[in-house]
């Protein structure tokens, strides 16, 4: 837990400001006819040649350029969790960001997009990122950090940029990285010769504490067949039927 002050509270419960510039040229853009591409629906990671689609080793960072804190920081990490295997989605914990847009688990993700909000949900672990199109000022001290950061939107013609602050140090993912770390995503739609619609992001990141230069990684989507749905992720559930049983046990050991 945080220890958050009343003040912070406070913050936290006002209403949010939004920039009118924004809003204003999301207007414009709509009564032009320049409406930005939908990316609703429910993708999949990119299935091409190999078991995780041509592009896994692009989304992951195979020789990281990392300074000697970060090096330091993910060895001692790793010292303590390989002897046992733990990691943390064993204990139901989400993969955070970038993690969360690079893998997940190659489970798929839903987008919902309106004009204000894009939010997507990762089916593993059910993530959420709420990603805010309304140009809103936000005072940095009513962010709490956290796995996936605070993200802000918006339209570059049909690319959608993405930038993300506000995360926690994370050192238990394969993209490791500080609470230093500022994340911008570039997200365009393309379509495929068999008419596959393909997602593609590409991930800039800047960490001046864990990295000696900005690392760019990419990950593809592609639409998930029609009729496709999401399933729901009780990573608690197996542990509360045995809790059950344990249950059933000792009161049957009374009877």
């Excluded at 959420?128 to 339209?155: C, Q």
């Excluded at 749905?229 to 009161?251: I, S, T």
Aim: contains cysteine; glycine residues 8%; aromatic residues 8%.
């Amino acid at each position: 837990m945080h220890a958050v002050s009343d003040e912070a509270r406070r913050r936290r419960c006002a209403p949010w400001r939004t920039g009118g510039l924004g809003a204003f040229l999301l207007a414009f853009a709509t009564l032009a006819g320049a409406a930005p591409p939908d990316f609703t629906g429910i993708w999949r990671t990119y299935r091409g040649a190999g078991p995780f689609g041509t592009d896994f080793r692009a989304s992951r960072l195979e020789d990281p350029p990392f300074t000697e804190e970060a090096r330091r920081k993910v060895a001692e990490y790793r010292a303590l969790v390989e002897p046992a295997g733990d990691t943390p989605g064993a204990f139901c914990l989400g993969t955070g960001m970038p993690g969360s847009m690079l893998g997940s688990g190659a489970y798929p993700m839903e987008i919902i997009q309106r004009p204000e909000q894009i939010t997507i949900i990762y089916e593993a672990h059910t993530e959420v990122r709420r990603i805010y199109m309304d140009g809103r000022k936000v005072d940095p001290r009513d962010i709490v950090p956290s796995r996936n950061g605070f993200s802000v939107g918006r339209w570059e013609g049909d690319t959608l940029v993405v930038e993300t602050t506000a995360l926690k140090e994370a050192v238990d993912q394969s993209t490791a990285h500080s609470d230093q770390a500022h994340i911008v995503e570039r997200y365009r739609l393309s379509k495929e010769a068999d008419g596959r619609k393909v997602l593609t992001a590409e991930m800039t990141m800047t960490d001046p504490r864990f990295y000696t230069r900005p690392v760019v990684l990419t990950k593809r989507w592609q639409a998930a067949e029609e009729g496709a749905m999401m399933m729901h992720y009780e990573c608690n559930e197996p542990q509360w039927l045995d809790h059950l049983d344990g249950l059933r046990e000792a009161a049957a050991r009374q009877e």
